[in-house]
């Protein structure tokens, strides 16, 4: 229903395994999926979707047949226009040339629309399922090539009105546009049969380390940060003029309750004065900065921005490493880089090769055990291992081994059950499919009869310990 003041959105949503994913998901790849999706936005009579370009057809006359859920998402105010103006604004972001059918896809541009449109995004389970089905033991082996076929398909597809091209920018004044239906596309979709499999872990059921969600740190009190960032800033001989209030201001209202941050749209003004603070305020001052940026990275536009802008991550993981940081500083920072797997993109970057060294050392150097915040710190490198576990599979790299190694010595020493949880999810992802690591841990050793007793009253960690016992057997 439209009406002069407020418009319908919907989303729609198109399973491009055609039923296969729900069918055969739990048995491949050890976890519950309901399809592959590509999703469209619908509003103002026309349906907006990524592919090779910002594109928008009549509701569902899309290349991708039948959409298998029309989800309504809310109703906005936003005249057509106006939308229009902001697609061509972003339209140079959403190009065949930056398509990713992993980190940078039609479900991210939804996203982005609806939180445009609404102030709320998609359900975060349709944007983060590339990366979660990847992550699984079974999925690159069996989805990549789906997934690198469907980003060629995708990449070439123009529909009747693209975004940006003025031929096709006019808008009837009934809302709807003139587009004819576009041809089918034909994705290869894989028969889902089970390969003989090529490693005994292949061949192995888990109950808990195909579970796929980033530990993020969460909590924390802007009108406790602001405050101490206003004063570092002063002392360092910066200034804050009104302009940058009305920013922090801004920023103090989106950070106010992390459980609503993705309600809001980050301005690009926030990106510009932190990045000003960052470079102003000396290393032993910089940490209620990068604290607030931990927060903000609760919002995957965040980290999307400091994935492409790259500076500030390879900041922190320098920080990290350097022995001179301080205590305060140092957690601060890891902290800020557990919290940039929030969104795939950021893990797949520090996760990439050019950073995967670095942030091994991050995670694997010595902290001093009398250092007050010891806890604390050990704590954030426990979650940045696991977080980085979700991003590295199949991989008996000597950063890998390192990382196994950690664990071992951390298993003997660890005293917290969520942290033994985090290490012992994080050893079975590093142990999948890797040889090497397995025979290490043998001739190592590692402490389980501990974690059992702890098991006892704790279902979630004995099922971790028993998916790790099924890797150690093999």
């Not at 192995?204 to 570092?232: A, D, Q, V």
């Not at 900065?289 to 921005?305: G, N």
């Not at 305060?328 to 557990?338: D, G, H, I, Q």
Request: glycine residues 8%; negative net charge; aromatic residues 8%.
């Amino acid at each position: 229903v439209t009406t002069a003041m407020s418009n319908t959105v919907q989303l729609y949503v198109y399973d491009l395994s055609q039923g296969l994913a729900r069918q055969f998901g739990r048995g491949l790849l050890g976890i519950d999926i309901e399809g592959i999706w590509h999703t469209g936005i619908v509003v103002y009579g026309n349906e907006y979707f990524y592919g090779g370009g910002l594109t928008y057809d009549l509701p569902g006359r899309t290349p991708f047949g039948s959409p298998v859920k029309m989800m309504p998402l809310g109703t906005t105010s936003i005249p057509q226009e106006i939308f229009h103006e902001f697609l061509g604004q972003i339209s140079s972001r959403f190009t065949q040339f930056t398509y990713n059918i992993l980190t940078h896809n039609c479900n991210n541009f939804t996203d982005t629309a609806a939180q445009f449109l609404l102030g709320t995004g998609i359900p975060h389970e349709i944007v983060s399922l590339p990366a979660r089905v990847l992550a699984t033991p079974m999925g690159r082996q069996l989805l990549q090539p789906l997934f690198d076929n469907m980003q060629a398909q995708m990449t070439s597809y123009h529909g009747a009105h693209q975004i940006g091209n003025p031929t096709d920018s006019q808008i009837r004044s009934d809302g709807v546009s003139g587009a004819s239906q576009g041809q089918q596309l034909s994705i290869p979709v894989p028969q889902f049969n089970v390969p003989n499999p090529k490693h005994p872990h292949e061949g192995l059921t888990f109950s808990s380390i195909t579970y796929w969600r980033p530990s993020l740190f969460s909590s924390g009190k802007i009108s406790m940060i602001l405050p101490k960032l206003r004063e570092h800033v002063i002392q360092a001989g910066g200034t804050i003029s009104e302009e940058d209030n009305v920013t922090l201001s801004i920023l103090e209202r989106i950070l106010t309750n992390t459980e609503t941050i993705s309600t809001f749209s980050i301005p690009d003004d926030a990106f510009t004065l932190l990045a000003k603070f960052v470079s102003l305020l000396p290393d032993d001052k910089i940490f209620p900065c990068l604290d607030m940026i931990r927060l903000l990275m609760l919002h995957s536009t965040a980290v999307d921005h400091y994935a492409n802008e790259k500076t500030l991550l390879q900041k922190a993981m320098n920080l990290c490493l350097s022995e001179n940081t301080s205590s305060p500083t140092r957690l601060m920072a890891l902290r800020l880089l557990a919290n940039a797997f929030s969104s795939p993109r950021g893990g797949f970057f520090l996760a990439s090769a050019e950073n995967l060294s670095n942030i091994v050392h991050v995670i694997t150097g010595s902290v001093n055990e009398n250092d007050k915040m010891f806890t604390n710190i050990t704590t954030a490198k426990i979650t940045l291992l696991y977080n980085l576990s979700l991003f590295v599979s199949r991989n008996d790299s000597d950063d890998v081994t390192q990382c196994i190694s950690f664990i071992l010595f951390q298993l003997e020493r660890e005293k917290d059950v969520e942290n033994g949880n985090s290490l012992f999810m994080a050893l079975g992802h590093y142990l999948y499919c890797n040889d090497d690591g397995v025979e290490l841990v043998s001739a190592l050793g590692i402490e389980l009869t501990r974690w059992e007793e702890e098991a006892k009253t704790t279902t979630k960690l004995q099922g971790v310990i028993d998916d790790v016992k099924k890797l150690l057997a093999q």
